[in-house]
């Protein structure tokens, strides 16, 4: 026990860092502007990788999903209920049942990540396509637009706001269950998260704790305001 | 394969240990659920009742769902301690923003020609409130209590690292347990919030009534906020 104790202090720089660190203030400026180059922004880096891949892989599969149902109804119902199967299993759970296929390692992670915006980003896509008035497409038909150009020109512009209200979704579950990840790689806020739990110094957690509430906040702003410049007419509709 | 023989072997040899830890679960979630209820289901009806308080009640549903559980959990932890009631709160402020944004739309959104009718026929707000609105905003309502029940059954599974009791404490035990007994409370898990799950799907079926129920197969059900409530209200 008492060379692991001496290799893991409890308090990091014990004795060393301002009267605040030793003190175990509730929050110490100090800690965390010495830490941001060697903790905090690798951490950042990493949860923003993590979910940015995710969010790519998740909208790929659920996008093509969404088109092929939209074409063939019948597809709906079971790609609902498998999404939904994978979207209830608890991300602690998921990430555990995945390692004896892919070991811990960031493929688990990404894995069980991408199968929870798959619903969301599905049903909201479908959804968003599905609620194109019938008169619009009758309209783009009568001017002479090909089934390929209807959806590419008529139907996924209005079906954006929609798109765009699941991707606001499935980007804040995907930054708040990445730091879950940690449990399987040790990527991510998880990681200064977790450690932070380990010990009783307490600035550790509260930074990156909330750091990920700042981040998942700043993404969820950047997509509305993507949305409004994809979709200019919204604005128009919503002021008359 | 043979870790997942292994994890029902664990299941088996483990029951009455399993069996607790799932009682703790369910009695963590229950408690940090009812009160998120008390509290959100009459303010959300009552500000969907009078039409008010729209940017509130559905923004904060907005700023809740971007609290990431475990980061919301540990912060807990790091100011007030750790221990069940601590981690009740944190899941019961998971909780809140989810039923209180719902009950809103819900009663926000209930067809207004049906509310004319009822005022037509002399009813008084409150018996517009109690006859006409919510059953007509029940299934939404629901709706959002079953999400809430799931989300906290899956974030309680972390209450394990902030000193409560859950099926989270084999998960995050591994040494203590190892990769069988991971995986076998995992499988505990995800069957828990899977039954939870069916079950709420089966109430939520139950207390729609029936022409509500044809309505929702023919469209498809959107997730999110603002095209969802201007669309429910908007007349033909």
């Known amino acids: 026990m008492i060379p692991l104790a001496a290799a893991q202090p409890v308090i990091p720089d014990f004795g060393r860092g301002s009267s605040c660190v030793r003190e175990n203030g509730t929050f110490c400026w100090d800690w965390v502007s010495a830490h941001w180059g060697d903790t905090l922004r690798p951490a950042l880096v990493q949860h923003v990788a993590l979910t940015l891949i995710a969010l790519a892989a998740g909208f790929a599969i659920a996008f093509a999903l969404a088109l092929a149902a939209h074409r063939r109804g019948r597809l709906t119902t079971p790609v609902v209920l498998v999404t939904g199967l994978l979207y209830t299993?608890?991300?602690?759970?998921?990430?555990?049942?995945?390692?004896p296929f892919t070991g811990l390692s960031r493929t688990?992670?990404?894995?069980?990540?991408?199968?929870?915006?798959?619903?969301?980003?599905?049903?909201?896509?479908?959804?968003?396509?599905?609620?194109?008035?019938?008169?619009?497409?009758?309209?783009?038909?009568?001017?002479?637009l090909t089934r390929r150009q209807l959806l590419w020109r008529v139907e996924l512009p209005l079906a954006l706001p929609a798109i765009v209200a699941g991707l606001r979704i499935a980007t804040v579950t995907v930054i708040s269950l990445a730091t879950v990840a940690v449990f399987v790689v040790n990527q991510g806020l998880g990681a200064p998260i977790y450690a932070g739990l380990q010990q009783t110094f307490k600035t550790e957690l509260i930074a990156a704790g909330a750091l990920c509430v700042a981040l998942a906040l700043a993404a969820d702003g950047l997509l509305v305001l993507m949305q409004r410049a994809l979709t200019p007419w919204t604005r128009v509709a919503r002021s008359r | 394969m043979q870790d997942f023989v292994d994890a029902f072997r664990f299941i088996a040899d483990n029951t009455a240990l399993l069996w607790s830890l799932t009682l703790d679960h369910l009695a963590l979630s229950g408690a940090a659920l009812a009160i998120a209820l008390v509290l959100a289901i009459p303010l959300g009806v009552t500000l969907g009742h009078v039409h008010r308080g729209s940017f509130a009640a559905i923004n904060?549903?907005?700023?809740g769902r971007a609290?990431?559980?475990?980061?919301?959990?540990?912060?807990?932890?790091?100011?007030?301690?750790?221990?069940f009631v601590?981690?009740?709160?944190?899941?019961t402020v998971l909780a809140f923003p989810i039923v209180l944004t719902n009950a809103y739309v819900a009663v926000d959104g209930v067809d207004q020609d049906a509310v004319e009718a009822a005022r037509g026929m002399g009813m008084t707000g409150r018996e517009v409130l109690w006859k006409v609105e919510l059953p007509l905003a029940l299934p939404l309502i629901f709706a959002g209590v079953r999400t809430a029940v799931v989300y906290v059954i899956a974030t309680a599974t972390l209450a394990s690292v902030a000193g409560a009791h859950s099926l989270g404490d084999?998960?995050?035990?591994?040494?203590?347990?190892?990769l069988p007994g991971v995986l076998g409370a995992a499988i505990c898990v995800a069957v828990l919030a899977l039954l939870a799950e069916l079950l709420f799907a089966a109430l939520q079926r139950a207390v729609t009534p029936r022409a509500l129920r044809l309505e929702e197969r023919r469209a498809p059900v959107m997730l999110g906020d603002p095209p969802l409530t201007k669309e429910?209200?908007?007349?033909t």
């Open chain 2, 67 to 83: 609290l990431p559980s475990l980061a919301l959990i540990s912060i807990g932890v790091a100011v007030l301690g750790i221990g």
């Open chain 2, 170 to 178: 084999v998960i995050v035990d591994q040494a203590t347990y190892r």
């Open chain 2, 232 to 235: 429910r209200t908007a007349p």
């Open chain 1, 108 to 144: 688990t992670a990404e894995i069980a990540l991408v199968s929870y915006t798959l619903l969301i980003l599905f049903r909201n896509t479908l959804a968003g396509l599905a609620g194109v008035p019938e008169e619009v497409r009758d309209a783009a038909r009568g001017m002479g």
């Open chain 1, 89 to 99: 299993i608890p991300s602690l759970a998921l990430f555990q049942l995945l390692v």
């Open chain 2, 86 to 91: 601590n981690v009740m709160v944190a899941l």
């Open chain 2, 60 to 63: 904060v549903s907005n700023v």
